[in-house]
Nanobody, 121 residues
């Protein structure tokens, strides 16, 4: 069983920044990547960014150039969010999943509780 705990959300004005953290604990499983997802009100959950155990990253077009995913070890992942926009308002979740050889990320059933980000206009 893997536990994921997100933190760092909050209320910020347009153009501001936040840094989200995700700490993983518990027994290991065959995960080789981690991802940040978000779910905005009335919308489906979307993959925002992912990072492999080797450090390769990929981003949704909507956040490229503004968000940066990083990790300082195999179990802590960050999402630096700059130049925030009202449309970034959502609950952000981290996930420990699998990345295939083509770079496609497959989420596992291991999710954190989420952290709320609100960007005011």
């Amino acid at each position: 069983q893997v536990q994921l705990v997100e933190s760092g959300g909050g209320l910020v004005q347009t153009g501001g920044s936040l840094r989200l953290s995700c700490a993983a604990s518990g027994s290991t499983f065959n995960s080789n990547a981690m991802g940040w997802y978000r779910r905005a009100p009335g919308k489906q959950r979307e993959l925002v960014a992912r990072i492999s155990n080797g450090g390769s990253t990929n981003y949704a077009d909507s956040v490229k150039g503004r968000f940066t995913i990083s990790r300082d070890n195999a179990r802590t992942v960050y999402l630096q969010m700059n130049s925030l926009k009202p449309e970034d308002t959502a609950v952000y979740y981290c996930n420990a999943g699998l990345l295939d050889v083509r770079g496609t990320y497959y989420p596992s059933d291991y999710w954190g509780q989420g952290t709320q980000v609100i960007v005011s206009s």
